[in-house]
């Protein structure tokens, strides 16, 4: 597979300083294109109707129905769901086309194992097999995907552990096997993402609806130019590994006004090896005004290619009835010399952060913040290079509830360093509100944060304030 990356166009800086030069840049990218827009007036709009597509829940509705869609794509430039639901099977999205979904047009997934196959171009997760995504584009570049609130389907009922807890052979967490729906094979299968880009630049996604995802939500892997405003992302808590944004190996890449209520990980930012060998980096990540009612907002676990200059803000992580065990984890491998650097969450609430019964976290529920680097509990090889973070800031945060503020728990000593608490309120209530091992305390700063970071520097010189684009 070709993943040729685009030349990295950045606007706009966070600029981070303190007497002591401690901080850096965080660089980050607004929003680099624009979108192509479905039109009334667009003369190569066509409805998937006009092409023979009807409402149904058959299979035979299904295949008709991605024929149509197919054959749209093939002739048209922008492609109109109309409403009803229209059950499809997987199919892809080629370049410079708009897919729109009008206001209760409804793409729903099938719910046949067979009817998704095994995709070749997904990154490999173990000896497991993937399945198809339900939509996706590969290689493409200039997509968008609008409606006026139209929904994607994925119609995980199908696949979740509920519907098949009972069978040895399927549900989630590679407990299907292969054999049992694609012959001769010891390996197992993982359910289909719903909506996938790989190698793709230049993609929208706006005011639309992703709905019940077998397994994945949304995934971008080594995409560059994501904007993303107005999704909604939504699976029922309790069935666990259902993720919504999760972008892998991508540069310039932000959400806005959008909301996730899953079972898994609501955000997921991670980075990797492409086809080739190839390690690639995130960076250029941002997320402003995102509500995630799910596990938390993530980076990892697999982060092998460096995850940096990330920005959230105005952001909301978890509710205060307790939907979310934790509100930031960095999952990251020991024996790994990667690096998660430059993360500012900037005016930004934690809802009540507490164990919750439908997510099963044990007794680590109720921590705000994780950062740890012994994903998998591997010993550590001091003859390896070793995992870092660093520049990590906590800006204007508040918690309605907690009762750890943070698990910070590094590889080698100072593997953590550079941390950053400006006038936040975590409410913890564990005696010992901080857990650190192998943190650079000193060249930590808190100011006027509650609790106060143990040990660390206080000086108000170190405050990150506003975006600099000019600099």
């Not at 109309?82 to 897919?99: C, E, M, T």
């Not at 230049?202 to 019940?212: A, D, G, K, M, P």
């Not at 060998?277 to 250029?284: A, R, V």
């Not at 857990?435 to 609790?451: A, F, G, K, R, W």
């Amino acid at each position: 597979m070709q993943t040729a990356l685009v030349r990295r166009k950045q606007f706009g800086r966070v600029r981070a300083w303190n007497s002591m030069a401690k901080w850096s840049f965080v660089t980050t990218t607004l929003g680099m294109f624009t979108p192509l827009s479905a039109s009334k007036s667009d003369p190569t709009g066509c409805k998937i109707t006009d092409f023979g597509a009807k409402c149904g829940n058959s299979t035979a509705d299904a295949h008709t129905n991605t024929a149509a869609i197919e054959r749209a794509l093939a002739q048209c430039s922008t492609v109109v769901v109309p409403p009803g639901a229209f059950k499809v099977l997987p199919f892809a999205i080629p370049s410079h086309r708009v897919l729109y979904l009008e206001s209760s047009g409804v793409l729903v997934g099938s719910d046949v194992w067979q009817d998704y196959g095994v995709t070749g171009f997904l990154p490999h997760m173990g000896t497991a097999l993937q399945l198809k995504p339900l939509i996706s584009a590969v290689n493409a570049t200039n997509i968008t995907i609008s409606g006026s609130n139209g929904t994607i389907d994925g119609n995980g009922w199908f696949a979740w552990p509920s519907s098949n807890w009972s069978s040895t052979d399927c549900g989630l967490h590679n407990r299907c096997s292969g054999s049992t729906f694609f012959g001769n094979t010891t390996h197992p299968i993982r359910p289909p993402h719903t909506l996938t880009f790989v190698g793709c630049t230049h993609i929208s996604i706006r005011n639309v609806t992703l709905t019940n995802p077998a397994f994945w939500g949304l995934q971008h892997f080594y995409c560059n130019d994501s904007i993303h405003s107005h999704v909604t992302i939504l699976a029922p808590r309790w069935t666990r590994e259902i993720a919504g944004f999760m972008p892998w190996s991508v540069v310039n890449y932000s959400v806005v006004d959008s909301y996730v209520a899953v079972g898994d990980d609501a955000l997921a930012i991670m980075s990797g090896n492409d086809a080739a060998g190839h390690l690639l980096p995130t960076t250029n990540l941002t997320f402003t005004r995102l509500f995630v009612l799910g596990r938390s907002v993530a980076i990892g676990s697999a982060d092998f290619g460096n995850v940096s200059n990330i920005v959230f803000d105005e952001c909301t992580i978890g509710d205060d009835e307790g939907s979310s065990p934790w509100a930031f984890k960095i999952k990251m491998h020991v024996n790994v010399p990667s690096h998660v650097s430059n993360i500012l969450f900037r005016n930004t609430k934690f809802g009540k952060i507490s164990n919750n019964t439908w997510q099963d976290p044990g007794d680590a529920g109720g921590t705000a913040i994780l950062m740890g680097m012994n994903y998998g509990n591997v010993p550590v090889d001091r003859t390896k290079g070793q995992p870092t973070i660093f520049n990590i800031s906590f800006i204007n945060v508040s918690a309605t509830h907690t009762t750890t503020v943070a698990s910070l728990v590094g590889a080698l000593p100072n593997s953590i360093q550079r941390l950053h608490f400006d006038n936040c309120n975590f409410k913890a209530t564990s005696q010992r509100p901080w857990e650190l091992s192998n943190v650079d305390i000193p060249s930590c700063t808190s100011v006027d944060t509650v609790p106060e970071f143990p040990g660390s520097a206080r000086s108000s010189a170190g405050r990150i304030t506003e975006l600099c684009t000019e600099c």
